[in-house]
């Protein structure tokens, strides 16, 4: 049972270059098997986006300034350890884990993606993961106003009433431009992994956290 799961966004920087080959670990193994079922046929409504022939780690695939920012061989030892886990809402495949192998795809969680994955069940996939899961805490880190964080509020509807774990949402304000929120985004991960708690401010960045459950 990992003290804390990690949630984030995927991004439009990939990379099919390998940082991790000892690991494959797919979301559908902690998933119940009626969302196991939803996930597949989900992630065969956006299978035309995905276009890699090589497939590699999430962790290793994405390449934005979160992922830049991110300290992915602490993330890794962690981990190994059962200390954290981390798992990505992806535009192209829903929901994937950090050390998933998955292919490169060109899809982007704009309005109409947000819609589909929203009708197709996506917050209640996430929803059974951490039930299955049981973390002590979660944490989702998204920029402001995007579609990711539409979805991961509204997963907090699906959590079943016993399930104990705290659910926040963290996301920083007062920053300008799309890379410095991507990098603060991955620098508050790092501070909360490392330190065991989100910092107030980053790179000029206030830093919110919002309790959902």
């Known amino acids: 049972m990992p003290r804390v799961l990690i949630v984030t966004q995927c991004c439009k ?9 000892s690991l494959d670990v797919s979301i559908l193994d902690n998933l119940s098997n009626c969302f196991k079922d939803k996930l597949l046929y989900a992630r065969g409504v956006f299978n035309d986006k995905i276009y890699g022939t090589r497939v590699v780690t999430a962790l290793s695939l994405y390449v934005g300034h979160e992922y830049k920012a991110l300290d992915k061989c602490l993330i890794y030892e962690l981990y190994l350890k059962g200390i954290i886990d981390f798992i990505v809402i992806s535009a192209g495949y829903g929901v994937v884990h950090a050390f998933e192998k998955i292919r490169e795809y060109e899809a982007y969680m704009d309005r109409k993606a947000t819609r589909t994955w929203m009708k197709l069940g996506l917050p209640s996939i996430i929803a059974d993961y951490i039930a299955n899961t049981s973390p002590k805490e979660v944490y989702g880190f998204f920029s402001k106003t995007t579609g990711y964080q539409e979805i991961y509020r509204e997963v907090v509807k699906h959590v079943p009433r016993n399930v104990k774990t705290k659910i926040y949402i963290v996301y920083p304000k007062g920053c300008r431009g799309t ?11 790092n501070n909360l992994i490392k330190e065991g708690a989100v910092p107030q401010r980053v790179n000029q960045c206030g830093i919110v956290v919002e309790r959902l459950k």
């Open 13 to 21: 920087s990939k990379c099919s270059v390998e940082l991790f080959p």
């Open 179 to 189: 890379s410095n929120i991507m990098k603060t985004l991955g620098l508050v991960i």
